[in-house]
């Protein structure tokens, strides 16, 4: 039986100790990164040697939002424009299918590998001082423009046969320093987040997987972040936005996190986390968390059963004709902009 958390690797290929481990800790999941990418062919047997050491076709996560965050890239993969630039593209060009239709192209990249998990669309409302970090990640200011976009996101990579997950459950769009480095703390009232940083996430609550924050709301929980607030998860999460699909903290590896990884690891998941995702490939750290992960049951095993019965879907039937689209509205779009 699996056990709930996900794990990296360190490369672009399977190691023994890897292998090993993987087939005793039996991981729910493996996310690649860009150390983890060389090539199509490479990727495909990175992915079936990671099934095959678990012995099921476990889920193959990536984060593959496009702009700056796209772990598959130029030259081998098309490179994607960020959630900002096509949002306002598809808005200027009045194509209303065409951020569904490229993330379809996106799927479709990704099912090609082995991978059917893309931490993606990203959910985050724009504020003036946000952190870089999500930026123009962001589709931009407006919930409900935010909430269309990434609606059509999602769809575009469910009908590829990909499982999305939106992020980051309950809102980044106010932090002001990067959760990579240290932990964003948002003093806003609970009113100005529910009617602006939650509605997305209610907006698309239905959808079957979601990663959390690593930042500390005042307002909800002046000690914990999200990701280890079971106030936030419980009365939040699952309360205010009505979430109850399956849940992944975010990387743990991250610095705003405080103490050992097992320390992480184990007020990730007594907050209601589903999974705790682990991304470094450290194999010391991998089996900190491993050790405080337990068998996936529960609501948490009936969650990750219906995520995974989300995926199935079928290449796009006119790849070169959203292509084309896409490139006439970034066109217009960048001119616009400049």
């Known amino acids: ?29 493996l996310i690649l990164f860009r150390r983890n990418v060389e090539s199509p062919d490479q990727l495909k047997r990175l992915t079936g040697d990671f099934r095959d050491a678990v012995s099921w076709q476990a889920p ?21 424009p960020s959630g900002r630039r096509l949002a306002g593209a598809a808005g200027l060009a009045g194509d209303d299918r065409l951020i569904a239709d490229v993330a379809h192209l996106i799927g479709d990249d990704l099912a090609a590998v082995g991978i059917d998990v893309d931490c993606a669309p990203c959910l985050d409302i724009a504020t003036p001082d946000m952190t870089p970090a999500i930026g123009d990640r ?18 575009g990579l469910m009908a590829a046969g990909l499982l999305p997950v939106i992020k980051h459950v309950p809102g980044h769009g106010r932090a002001k320093v990067d959760s990579h480095h240290e932990l964003p703390v948002v003093d806003a009232d609970l009113e100005s987040l529910a009617s602006a940083d939650f509605m997305p996430f209610a907006a698309l ?7 959390t924050a690593h930042l500390v709301y005042t307002a909800i929980d002046p000690v914990h972040p999200a990701t280890q607030s079971r106030v936030v998860i419980e009365e939040v ?64 095993a009936a969650r990750a059963e219906r995520a995974l019965k989300a995926r199935g879907g079928s ?6 004709g959203v292509l084309a689209r896409l490139d006439a509205a970034l066109a217009a779009y960048d001119a616009v902009a400049v």
């Open 1 to 29: 039986m699996s056990r709930a958390f996900v794990t990296g690797l360190k490369g672009t290929v399977l190691s023994a100790e890897e292998r090993a481990f993987l087939t005793e800790a039996a991981p729910w999941g």
């Open 60 to 80: 193959v996560l990536i984060d593959q939002e496009g702009g700056r965050v796209q772990r598959m890239t130029a030259p081998l993969w098309r490179k994607y």
């Open 138 to 155: 962001s589709y931009g200011e407006r919930p409900d423009l935010v909430a269309a976009a990434g609606r059509a996101f999602a769809d």
């Open 205 to 211: 609550a239905d959808l079957p997987a979601a990663m």
């Open 237 to 300: 999460v699952r309360g205010r936005i009505g979430f109850d699909g399956l849940l992944f903290s975010d990387d743990l590896s991250m610095n705003a996190l405080k103490g050992t990884l097992a320390e992480r690891a184990r007020a990730t998941l007594a907050a209601g986390c589903d999974i705790a995702l682990h991304c470094s490939g450290d194999m010391i750290e991998m089996a900190a968390v491993a050790a405080e992960a337990p068998e996936l049951v529960g609501k948490a």
């Open 315 to 320: 290449p796009h039937d006119d790849p070169d």
